[in-house]
């Protein structure tokens, strides 16, 4: 029978939650276990998809075009079990749900409430589907106090009374600020938002403080004592300089044993953590550097390029190089000068995104690679502006541009109306709802004979995730690939391009699909792997 791990957070946002689950999920499977990872998340919002990155950050998207959040990104890349539908859900949807039912009468006329009928929906989706893992592991989103929150944290304490003895485990994250005025650690956050989870009902077996310097005994006591947590199950989390050396830190200071324990356990198998330890050497010892021009909307926040962040330092972890990125908002790309800030980068990426807001500084960054061999990565929205600058500069028109934009003469860009699903034709229109109505999700497409993309993937037909409203008109194909921009990959019916690239040029793709997606530390997304070759090169040139 599957046992359960919920892991909720106390004190502030933001103290690494997902990364905690993630790692203790790639903990479990390193000591031969089988895991599945989920998040709760107490937003109103149905899902992500239509949030802004500065709200949010970036909307993962599953094999099954559900639109997630970021944390599923982490468990991807930490345990590699491709996420799905069932594993990630929020009280938008749970109230949905339930409105839909009462609305069919499903609740036989009775007063439909928070207790029983919401805490059953969350306590249903909890325990569904779960294909017979060892541990499923459910972070609850947010920090404990919180009003949104209070009905998952009141469904897994009951799930805590409902299912036998040694099948549900608590963990609880927190902080251990350090005071410098004072010059010492700060145990009260910890020991009062142990005392609210207490007050809802759930004791915590296990602590993981947050922490900048190693806990020491005596505040190791204390916050055992105050908080009825066994010594031992009082695990710190310091900072690490790599995310991919927390599952080793963590399990050097005693967590997932902690975890095993509480669970009755008696008998630990040993952990072998050889892949986690080889990504951790390649990532400290690097031979060499390239920069990395990440030209978007919203660099100033992290969490918006999340998983384009980590595939660019899984390039640089398969090619022995560190990765710096150079984080360009595209609105300050305006002219001449403005373009000098690309003068010393090794390579320019453009990533996705949406809106006229900074496009026109992502055309010109299109066109400064071009015409300065500096190696180009166009994902999604940025092929689409690749497109745009090479039809503009190379055939002439003025006037190209994108149909998400307003009206134009020249629509090089248009808005996808139909596509072809598993389940059948997928069709939308200007009126459609916002809210999960894009190409969303796993498509395939074919890749040209002899073109580079071929031979970087190694392979005639691939599999990627996409996220988009928006395509390429092939109606400008011909005219595009005489001029030298050549249309590499498309889907199978040969309807909706996927892939173009410049053959003269030293790198230059664009791709309709988000690579980024699927690149793991420990298996790195081959295209991201070949961009920082690319780059590697351009840097021994200048």
Known sequence: MTQYIFITGGVASSLGKGLTSAALGALLQARGYTVRLRKLDPYLNVDPGTMNPFQ?????????????????????????????????????????RIIDKERKGK?????????????????????????????????????????????????????????????TSFVHLTLLPYIAAAGEVKTKPTQHSVKELRSIGIQPDILVCRCDRNISPSDRKKISIFCSVPEESVIQAIDVDTIYAAPKDLKDNGFDAAVLRSLG????????????????????????????????KYVELNDAYKSLFEALSHGGISNNVKVEIKRIDSETLKDKKSLTKLNSVNGILVPGGFGQRGSEGKILSAKYARENNIPYF???????MAVIEAARNLLGMKNANSTEFGKTDKPIVGLLTEWIKDTGIERRNENSDYGGTMRLGSYPAELKKGSRIRRIYGKSEIV???????????????????????????SPDGLLPEII?????????????????????????????????AAIIHARMI
């Open 56 to 96: 949010h950050g970036e909307v993962f998207v599953t094999d099954d075009g559900t639109e997630t959040d970021l944390d599923l990104g982490h468990y991807e890349r930490f345990t590699d079990v491709p996420s799905t539908v069932d594993d990630n859900i929020t009280t938008g949807q749970i109230y949905k």
């Open 107 to 167: 609740y036989l006329g009775g007063t439909v409430q928070i207790i029983p009928h919401v805490t059953d929906e969350i306590k249903e989706f909890i325990l569904s589907d779960n294909g017979g893992v060892d541990f499923c592991l459910c972070e609850i989103g947010g920090t404990v106090g919180d009003i949104e929150g209070l009905p998952f944290i009141e469904a897994i304490r009951q799930l805590g009374n409902d299912l036998p003895t040694n099948k």
């Open 265 to 296: 356990v008696k008998k630990i198998p040993k952990v072998n953590l050889s892949k986690w330890n080889k990504v951790v050497k390649r990532i400290r010892n690097y031979d060499g550097k390239v920069e990395i021009a990440v030209v978007g």
């Open 378 to 384: 166009g994902i999604c929205f940025g092929m689409q």
């Open 464 to 490: 990627e995730r996409h996220r988009h409203r928006y395509e390429v008109n092939l109606s400008y194909k011909d005219d595009l690939e005489k001029v030298g921009l050549k249309f590499v990959g498309m």
């Open 501 to 533: 690239e410049i053959q003269d040029h030293p790198w230059f793709i664009g791709v309709q699909f988000h690579p980024e997606l699927k690149s793991r530390p420990f298996n790195p997304h081959p295209l991201f792997s070949s961009f920082i070759d």
